[in-house]
């Protein structure tokens, strides 16, 4: 909890302390907007193949040691290096029709710490027939998220770790939060995908792999895709090498023999690890290369072999 003087901004340095009431300084003022493969997210069950409008503004509600996008999400938004662009709800809708884009993302940095713009561009987006989607870290209280969570339509929520001290140390966040956040965004109906970035010698002792994929099969179920992701060194992070395909592919394996149904590796080329089997025949479904469709033969929502439902939204 961020305690903030009069004039002062917050944790997340988006919102001010003005008057007494807390204010966003960023509403409609993205320093991002790109269209993006829509696996890039990633997303493997959400209208493959589909581009995706995608917005951020700078700022973020953690401080993660090994943050990706550390130039724009530890920013403030007066820093003369960061641009921002004048983008209103409408224009943001507007944008993604313009592209032809299905749906749009609220991405590279937290939608949470923009929840306001989030919120309002998603209720303008559902009533244009476009489909709203969070990547988040998921650091979130359980009443503003169920507000929030009526207007999105698909969520890839990070699940950094098993490990309560590992949120405390490398993200100056807890683990009890985001679990709730995955639960609650479960239970309300919307496709879920969890992502967990596989960092050598933090978080990936085959155990905590293990206990990782035991939560999200017990918690989520077993038809949540699971994404292990590949490090690399970056930010406040530089002691450490990037993560091994093999690491990545010992995580795949662990998950799969705990029940899930779809694991995929990221970030680091992986033939198997990128294409989607079906659970029942073991047949392949979907084959990619990198953030392309090489096929795709899932039919009606299930597998043309044996008929399995498959857990997504296809079209
Ligand atoms: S939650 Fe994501 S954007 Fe925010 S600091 Fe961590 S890695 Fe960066």
């Not at 002062?8 to 007494?20: A, K, W």
């Not at 990128?274 to 929502?301: A, D, V």
């Amino acid at each position: 909890m961020c305690l903030i003087e009069a004039g002062q901004s917050g944790e997340c340095r988006v919102r001010v302390n003005i008057d007494g009431a807390l204010r966003t300084v960023v509403y409609g003022y993205p320093c991002s907007i790109a269209v993006d493969p829509i696996e890039k997210k990633p997303l493997f069950h959400f209208l493959p193949g589909t581009g995706i409008l995608s917005v951020a503004t700078v700022g973020c509600n953690l401080h993660c040691t090994n943050c990706q996008n550390w130039e724009i999400s530890q920013a403030n938004p007066e820093d003369e290096d960061i641009r921002a662009y004048s983008c209103s709800p409408e224009k943001l809708v507007a944008l993604t029709k313009q592209n032809n884009c299905p749906s749009l993302a609220y991405t590279y940095t937290d939608p949470i710490v923009y929840y306001e713009y989030t919120s309002d561009s998603a209720k303008l987006a559902r009533e244009a027939n476009i489909r709203n989607v969070l990547v988040t870290a998921g650091y979130i209280n359980a009443e503003p998220w169920k507000k929030l969570l009526r207007y999105v339509d698909a969520a890839n929520i990070d699940l950094k770790s098993i490990s309560d001290d590992f949120y405390r140390r490398v993200c100056s966040a807890t683990l009890k939060p985001v679990q709730n956040a995955l639960v609650m965004a479960k239970a309300s109906g919307i496709l879920v995908e969890v992502t967990n970035l596989v960092i050598p010698t933090l978080n990936d002792e085959p155990e905590q792999i293990g206990e990782l994929a035991r939560w999200v099969k017990v918690n989520l179920g077993a038809e949540t895709p699971l994404h292990f992701s590949g490090f690399y060194p970056r930010y406040k992070m530089r002691n450490l090498p990037p993560t091994s395909l093999k690491t990545l592919e010992k995580a795949r394996q662990i998950a799969k023999s705990e029940g899930l149904d779809y694991v995929y590796i990221g970030n680091v080329a992986s033939k198997e690890g990128q294409n989607t089997y079906c659970p029942g025949c073991k047949k392949l479904l979907i084959e990619r290369s990198g953030f392309t469709i090489m096929q795709n033969r899932i039919r009606g929502g299930g597998c043309p072999d044996c008929e399995r439902e498959i857990y997504g939204v296809w079209k």
